[in-house]
């Protein structure tokens, strides 16, 4: 039996995405075999695209898609946790632009009621990774995060979770049309114009953007604060003033979700999923999705995504 | 009543060390009055004298040390913890080159009856910044931490300290003729030529050297690990690879003592004294002390320091 999927032929622009087939295996272990609905597009898989993030040696090489939502079709023998027909969302290492998957169940969070199958494909890339950055910041209840590219996918999950927390939030965007969104959501809005800024002192920073912003996060942070890295947008290597570190007790952590180990991911799921489904049922927290497409315009979803003007996530739907 | 103490005279050379006098005031609130036996000498104490440190606000401006031994001469109203007659060490931030001190209750470590004064004015900011760093580093019992400068003063209690834990050690020196005495303490020992190093996989560092070492750190770090900065010796600006912190979600921490607020200095005296109390009575730990000089003999004794040649501190006694 096939499966349909996207492969990347090579590395360039978006001439370069194929729509292929690929052999099903049955469900082996502990792995649940999944009926993708959609799949949420993540600007690693654009990095993938262009040569710059291969993908982990574990995951398919030339099947992109980090995160995906659908309906379990099939349960490894040493499955326990999902039953056919159970709606489930989850993140990959890489080929979730499958239209079916076998997936670790560990790897699996279960839909909340409340959400549509659309809305869960954009949520759990965006969701643990704000999920993460703001444990691994260390601001908790009465502290002020300042969050870069606050009206990104992650930027939209990070403020929903920081309220929730009691923690403040400065949004920053280098788009003066998505200040309103980032205030929408409960955070202040700051306008960055030519990658420089100068905002009170905070406790955590939350940075997508990396070497650009470096010496402004630096400046930024008070006395024992954190920054944690998530993304590079802005460049990998930076000049560091590591006297700043030491005189004020400064942390920076880089971190990613893709390239750990399926026990330190199951351990991030149970986590997030132990604290957040009542969040989702009640609405406190929802993903936010800037447009949902056909699997057919994945070339101009990436092309969108690129351009830097969305809100929130893009979805594409088989 | 006058008290001696040692002042520096603007910025310089040994040539701005003198010999001064100042007045004495009753201990009030919770301090304790103590006549000082010894002083360690510090990096910060050089760098303060070349005017590279000034002292923090708090602190007085042109009298340098920050640690001392001595014994309680008097005891402040609000005062509970020493009476009069016991043997103390502590650190201050600045001021510690007198023959009299007023020093709150909180920074003050009772002598461990094993150790001589002139040991324990050895002890205070080498072992407090050893204890701090591991626990920064996150290395526990079973893991490898890479140790620079490990001959040094903090570098010797720190191979102590992991001793005691479990933790291994690679220590690091520049100076082949102080290999023996790392591995004497039970360390792996690693000479480094040319400011360059390539050494086996590590679970956390702890460094002094900051820039000159900051690319080869960051390449030496297993996935997760934490890079600990409590010196800067090998310059303060470098270039980051932010790629790599990503990639192996690494944490680089900067820390020091001095500018902590002295409620953070007390939790971390208070944490370090409960622990090591039985350690140094049975003689498991103990500062590695590289020579005992009167006071009069300071200005030698910094030229010392400066020729990087010692092994574990240099005291100076009143």
């Given at each position: 039996m096939n499966t349909k999927c996207i492969r990347y032929?090579?590395?360039?622009?978006?001439?370069?995405i194929r729509f292929d087939c690929k052999s099903r295996h049955p469900a082996s272990g502990t792995e649940v075999g999944i009926s993708i609905a959609a799949v949420g597009l993540n600007r690693g898989d654009i990095l993938q695209r262009k040569g710059f993030y291969p993908a982990p040696k574990d995951a398919p090489q030339d099947i992109p898609g980090l995160e995906f939502s659908g309906v379990v079709e099939a349960v490894g023998?040493?499955?326990?946790?999902f039953a056919i027909g159970d709606r489930v969302m989850g993140i990959v290492a890489g080929g979730a632009f499958s239209s079916y998957l076998n997936v670790d169940e560990r790897l699996l969070l279960r839909v909340p009621p409340a959400l549509s199958l659309t809305e869960a494909a954009a949520l759990p890339e965006v969701f643990l990774t704000a999920f993460d950055a703001i444990k691994r910041s260390n601001v908790t209840k009465g502290g002020l995060i300042l969050l870069?590219?606050?009206?990104s996918g992650v930027g939209t999950a990070a403020i929903q979770l920081c309220k929730t927390y009691g923690i403040e939030v400065l949004g920053t965007t280098?788009?003066?049309?998505?200040l309103k969104t980032i205030e929408g959501l409960g955070a202040r809005a700051h306008l960055i114009v030519d990658n420089t800024f100068q905002v009170q002192p905070v406790d955590g920073i939350i940075d997508f953007i990396g070497a650009a912003y470096l010496k402004d996060n630096i400046r930024a942070l008070k006395v024992g604060g954190t920054l944690v890295l998530v993304g590079l947008l802005g460049g990998a290597r930076g000049e560091i003033s590591l006297s700043h570190l030491l005189a004020k007790r400064l942390k920076v952590e880089g971190t990613v979700?893709?390239?750990?180990?399926i026990e330190e991911k199951a351990e991030l799921i149970r986590a997030f999923s132990t604290e957040g489904e009542g969040y989702f049922n009640r609405g406190d927290w929802k993903p936010v999705i800037h447009g949902v497409y056909p699997m057919s315009e994945l070339g101009a979803a990436h092309e969108e995504m690129e351009?830097?003007?969305?809100v929130g996530k893009i979805v594409l739907c088989w």
């Open positions: 032929d090579g590395a360039g622009g978006i001439e370069v023998k040493d499955a326990t946790k870069h590219a606050a009206a280098r788009s003066s049309s998505k979700l893709r390239s750990r180990s351009s830097n003007t969305t």
